[in-house]
């Protein structure tokens, strides 16, 4: 699929499917989300008549196989508006302990996605829910696409820094990058340097404030999206 990504991607607050991106890695869609400056995600209108304070962003990661022969893993990318826990609900407590292989809270406002219904940990299907820490707080909205790029690389940061910790979740991520795509390392310092140069990546200390990256050159909306597959309006139903 080729074209221009759309400016605004908007997103509804409640009972409404999470909006998806996927593509062919972990590494392409990051370096993707990288390029795309002009693009950023937002609550809808009607969201931010219901919500009076910042919205923040729940994600999740997932990464799936057609089926379990299948050599290669794709990833998608989850998103919905965090939403919060009704704590006279039984068992409210399971979406807020930081377990990173339970859908959050707004996920279940609606119908679960197909993919993400094999489980956060089978043959063909694993994902990991993105905990708010200290070092990587829910993002703010809006949000540029270039700001979550370096979010879920901080997230994936703080993973490996926790892959010695048996006693959290936290280290799934890293453990699911490695074993899904054992040749799609992290970035050659050379080539990640001019890739913090390209997207400001003074910006990695802010993703959580919901501040605008800056347009370089002739990029943004002008980049086509092959390697990525992205919501279409109508599957918001």
């Known amino acids: 699929m080729q074209g221009a990504m759309p400016n605004i991607i908007s997103l509804p607050y409640g009972r409404c499917p999470p909006l998806h991106l996927q593509a062919s890695s972990w590494r392409h869609l990051l370096r993707l989300l990288a390029r795309l400056s002009g693009t950023r995600i937002e ?70 996605p197909t993919l ?18 200290e070092a990587t707080p829910y993002p703010a909205l809006p949000i540029a696409f270039p700001n979550l ?29 490695e074993q899904c795509y054992p040749h799609d390392v992290r970035l050659s310092a050379p080539e990640e340097a001019a890739d913090r140069r390209s997207v400001g990546g003074r910006l990695l200390a802010r993703f959580g404030k919901g501040a605008k990256a800056k347009k370089q050159g002739r990029g943004g909306n002008e980049e086509t999206y092959e390697l990525v597959t992205p919501f279409m309006p109508d599957e918001w139903g």
């Open 149 to 177: 790029a370096l979010y879920l690389q901080a997230a994936l940061d703080e993973s490996r820094r926790a892959a010695g910790d048996s006693s959290g979740g936290t280290r799934k991520l890293a453990k699911m990058v």
């Open 116 to 133: 993400l219904r094999d489980g956060a940990d089978s043959p063909v299907s694993k994902w990991y829910t993105v905990p708010s820490t």
């Open 43 to 112: 609550p809808t209108v009607e969201a931010m008549s219901l919500v009076k304070t910042q919205m923040k962003l729940r994600t999740v990661v997932q990464f799936i196989k057609p089926h379990a022969s299948a050599r290669d893993w794709r990833t998608v990318l989850w998103f919905t508006l965090d939403h919060p826990v009704p704590s006279a609900m039984p068992s409210s407590h399971k979406y807020s302990n930081g377990d990173v292989s339970t859908l959050p809270w707004s996920y279940t406002l609606s119908t679960v």
